[in-house]
């Protein structure tokens, strides 16, 4: 949509810093990828920048009537403050008490004094900066942490103002939030928008909890929240960064050489990375800890492997940041200490910053990117590696409690808490073969490039335009055992047997990333013994690509059948054949709503197929998939009235596919064919509702299996994947009577 009016943008720092050199005023603009999509819309829309300039309080009185004309031509309002209300707002209340509450650390929290006064009024200030730059049709967007009041503030003073909101760190849940004394002050300042956006669901389902709790507001579906007569709408907008930029950077000439230069003073030693601010957050101890734990597990990887641990100084005034840097000191002399030879050193620290260029390097020459923080909102770490490489290698070992977490299925997920298991991790990662990593790699940058900070930043703006002009079923039982034991005796009694085998889900489990989901050693190896046995005729008929069930299977005496049956071949080295005259007229609308609808949606992928396409959520978060997935059925069934195409629903998918294509289709062409006849013992194993139309194509005498916790028409019911593989072993290893 398009939007009108100019943004007013508010953040505790101006996008630049000045400092007096030789006499002379320097203004230099701030990096990061925050800043960068933020600038561009700044730029686009005009307004004004609203924040800090920093410590001017030294400068001589020209230079800071230098500085504020400086400022006002690159459209920047500052906010002056004194020493003190740094040292209480910023250093005491904002980093000191809300930076750990809201990342779940209330044992770090100080007793609060005077801070929350000087937090108060500082809000104040901004809040007052944003009225006095305002005009009607300005659109104003508030972000994190250090300003939750100034919303609420500015709503007070302009109760038709267009304000929205974005807290960058993570909201806790209720019982953490509850024990703010001021928590009520807070969600009322945050509530002062018209529009909250948070990186995952989870947060923003806590501080919808949060705000029924302490303030009674009502909620709708964890995505709106009436307080005050207002209708706020909460929203989900992951960030990105500025993929094209760090991908440029990355493999500039003198980058490479510089990652070159790395490995080569490395000795060609694997590296495992680590870059972060020195926070306590960041889960660097524990990272450590995981690695003397790897050097302990694994002696051979001794003097093979290096951690180089980049710490960027972060908030040396605060007491705990000072502990913490100690503590590292600590650990890292230890380790090397217990480990170091003559000619290795297992931890190479760094505790200063480097520019954007040197960690571009070090992305590049990292074989593993370690992100393991405690808790972070996003973390543009990891997205930053990725972007970084376009050799389509390396490994990223990623927290689960990262927000990027949902949209990165293809890292190595860890629970920093779980030293074992992440030490466990370190040796996957740094074993894992090239073909998996290219894959895992391909998967993220498509994704990060696709979903870059300037797409996040057009989402959110266009989203508060818009909201601004708005105010289980139970568990089936299982089929015991006593019944399949009897199954599997009248199936080795068929003379003909034509087993009709779903892929995902039903044989393998499903995996977060489709890609990723290749038939392992033993499946493979149960097919060609099924194949093998006289008598019986093995089929896989999956909703995946042909290319992709040629590439794992093609080999094994199978029938594949690709797209729910619109590709097939019987043989192998047989050409693939299509259903003929199907119609995909329908294809270009269904795949814009279905792109628009994954952008908006971290952790979900479009498929596009030959004659269909899908929505998968597999990797969103369950009640945000689960939300979305409502909406989108609806809009489909809107767009699709009296179309050659249908909606068919899958286990957290949604597929439209051309009218004439189904698993049902498989069994009447196999019955043309010949090659299922009266005396053909008929099995369709499938665990979704795609396969039920196969189950309900049986003949009298079929057999329908149901894999997983669902409803079903099978006669039999198994529970997993496990499973049904166990009862098909039952089958391939039992002589015929």
Not at 116 to 127: G, H, L, M, Q, T
Not at 251 to 268: G, K, M, Q
Not at 492 to 511: E, H, M, Q, S, W
């Amino acid at each position: 949509m398009e939007v009108t009016g100019r943004l007013l943008l508010v953040s505790n720092r101006l996008p630049m810093t000045a400092k007096v050199d030789r006499g002379h005023l320097a203004v230099s603009q701030s990096t990061g990828g925050l800043v960068t999509g933020l600038r561009r819309a700044h730029e686009h829309m005009g307004g004004s920048w609203i924040g800090w300039p920093g410590d001017v309080s030294r400068m001589k009185e020209k230079h800071r009537r230098e500085l504020e004309e400086m400022l006002q031509a690159g459209g920047c309002v500052p906010v002056h403050l004194t020493s003190e209300e740094v040292s209480l707002y910023y250093d005491g209340f904002a980093n000191g008490v809300l930076w750990p509450l809201f990342h779940q650390m209330v044992d770090r929290i100080p007793v609060p004094s005077l801070q929350w006064d000087a937090y108060r009024s500082v809000n104040e200030k901004f809040a007052e900066a944003v009225v006095r730059a305002w005009q009607p049709g300005d659109i104003i967007w508030v972000h994190d942490y250090h300003l939750t009041l100034v919303p609420g503030m500015v709503r007070a003073r302009i109760r038709e103002a267009t304000i929205g909101f974005f807290l960058h760190i993570p909201f806790p849940s209720p019982e953490i939030v509850c024990t703010l004394p001021w928590c009520d002050q807070v969600l009322q300042g945050m509530l002062g928008a018209n529009l909250v956006g948070f990186h995952t669901f989870t947060h923003q389902s806590h501080f919808a909890s949060c705000a029924q709790r302490v303030l009674g507001a009502s909620t709708s579906k964890y995505d709106r929240v009436r307080v005050d007569g207002r209708k706020v709408r909460l929203g989900v907008f992951p960030i990105g960064v500025d993929a094209q930029t760090f991908g440029a950077l990355a493999s500039d000439p003198a980058v490479l050489d510089e990652a070159t230069s790395i490995r080569e003073d490395a000795h060609h030693e694997s590296i495992l990375l680590g870059v972060d601010r020195l926070d306590y957050t960041k889960g660097i101890l524990a990272r450590l800890l995981a690695f003397e734990r790897f050097l302990e597990r694994e002696p051979q990887w001794r003097g093979k492997v290096r951690v180089v641990q980049l710490a960027v100084p972060s908030r040396d005034k605060v007491p705990r940041y000072r502990l913490l840097q100690r503590q590292l000191n600590e650990l890292v002399g230890r380790i090397n200490g217990s480990f170091s030879t003559v000619d290795w050193v297992p931890i190479h620290y760094m505790r200063r910053s480097l520019n954007e260029r040197q960690v571009a390097a070090l992305y590049r020459a990292a074989d593993v990117m370690l992100v393991t923080p405690f808790r972070d909102g996003m973390n543009l770490v990891a997205k930053e590696f990725v972007a970084c490489r376009s050799d389509h290698d390396g490994v990223l070992v990623l927290s689960e409690f990262a927000g990027a977490a949902v949209e990165m299925g293809e890292a190595l997920q860890v629970n920093p808490y779980d030293i074992e298991t992440m030490a466990r991790t370190y040796a996957e990662a740094l074993t894992m073969p090239g073909e998996e990593r290219r894959v895992r790699m391909e998967s993220l940058r498509h994704r990060v490039f696709a979903h870059d900070v300037h797409l996040w930043t057009t989402m959110f703006v266009e989203e508060l335009a818009l909201a601004s002009r708005k105010e289980t079923r139970p568990e089936d039982a299982m089929s015991p055992a006593v019944e399949l034991d009897a199954l599997t005796l009248r199936l080795r009694a068929a003379k003909r047997l034509l087993l009709l085998l779903d892929y995902d889900g039903t044989l393998v489990p499903f995996a977060r990333t489709p890609d990723v989901a290749a038939p392992d050693t033993e499946l493979r190896q149960l097919l060609a013994k099924l194949a093998a046995r006289p008598g019986v005729s093995v089929h896989v008929v999956s909703g995946r690509r042909r290319g992709v069930l040629e590439r794992w299977l093609g080999d094994l005496h199978l029938g594949l059948h690709a797209e729910h049956g619109y590709w097939w071949r019987n043989r192998p080295n047989e050409p693939w054949r299509a259903v003929p005259d199907v119609n995909v007229d329908w294809k270009p609308d269904v795949k814009r709503i279905l792109d628009e609808t994954a952008a908006s949606t971290p952790g979900t992928l479009v498929e596009e197929k030959t004659a269909s396409m899908a929505w998968h959520w597999r990797r969103a978060e369950p009640e945000l998939g689960a939300a979305r997935m409502e909406s989108l059925s609806r809009r489909l069934d809107d767009e699709l009235r009296g179309s050659s195409a249908e909606i068919v629903f899958g286990k957290k998918m949604i597929e439209v596919r051309s009218r004439g294509v189904s698993k049902a289709g498989v069994l009447a062409r196999l019955q043309a064919q010949g090659i299922v006849t009266a005396a053909t013992a008929v099995v369709a194993m499938g665990d979704d509702r795609t396969d039920e139309e196969c189950f309900a194509a049986l003949p009298a005498e079929g057999v329908a299996i149901g894999v997983g916790f669902r409803a079903t028409a099978a006669r039999y019911r198994v529970a997993t994947p496990r499973a049904a593989r166990a009862l098909l072993a039952t089958i391939a290893n039992t002589k015929r009577t």
